[in-house]
T-cell receptor
């Protein structure tokens, strides 16, 4: 069990650029979640996959955000035309069925 | 929308002192989880409480779930500097997908 891995750990980009983050869940975990955490707040749910199917998206996920989980393994979260308000920690978590969620250490996004 | 309110927002104590943090809601939950998060890392699950009135102990940490399953508390006895961190409570959403709703957290700082 190598844990949930997220890359990159830090991303600094200029406003208007596109960014993509990757999450490698614990192997055989069929559920994968993305959360966003801003300073002074707890994580907020963004989206959820069961295997390769994206089953729910929060209203926080504007049309500039897209997430995929091809083949039900790793997942990517892409943000197009980044805005200042996108600056946050993006966390990924995985679980098997309804077991406890295991979180990665996140990707810290800073928009200049 | 279920709202989890955590108090206090910030707590600074000296080593050896005791502390209690709270998580409250007007909603009833099937279960509630406590996480600790350190800077630059993802949340780490400490405990899950399920039954109203349940008390769970994890070394110097005591977790209690309210009788009505609307609130919870975390008590730390004889705090150590290693207890420093952001303590988050979380509860499952009202659907069956397992997404978590988090409180804003209590930042605990234990000084030598």
């Amino acid at each position: 069990d190598t844990g949930v891995s997220q890359n990159p750990r830090h991303k600094i980009t200029k406003r208007g650029q596109n960014v993509t983050f990757r999450c490698d869940p614990i192997s055989e975990h069929n559920r994968l979640y993305w959360y966003r955490q801003t300073l002074g707040q707890g994580p907020e749910f963004l989206t959820y996959f069961q295997n390769e199917a994206q089953l729910e998206k929060s209203r926080l996920l504007s049309d500039r955000f897209s997430a995929e989980r091809p083949k039900g393994s790793f997942s990517t979260l892409e943000i197009q035309r980044t805005e200042q308000g996108d600056s946050a920690m993006y966390l990924c978590a995985s679980t098997h069925m309804r077991g406890p969620q295991h979180f990665g250490d996140g990707t810290r996004l800073s928009i200049l | 929308t279920q709202l989890l309110e955590q108090s206090p927002q910030f707590l600074s104590i000296q080593e050896g002192e005791n502390l209690t943090v709270y998580c409250n809601s007007s909603s009833v939950f099937s279960s509630l989880q406590w996480y600790r998060q350190e800077p630059g890392e993802g949340p780490v699950l400490l405990v899950t409480v399920v039954t109203g009135g349940e008390v769970k102990k994890l070394k110097r940490l005591t977790f209690q779930f309210g009788d009505a399953r609307k609130d919870s508390s975390l008590h730390i006895t004889a705090a150590q500097t290693g207890d420093t961190g952001l303590y988050l409570c979380a509860a499952p959403g009202s659907d069956s997908w397992g997404k978590l709703q988090f409180g804003a957290g209590t930042q605990v700082v234990v000084t030598p």
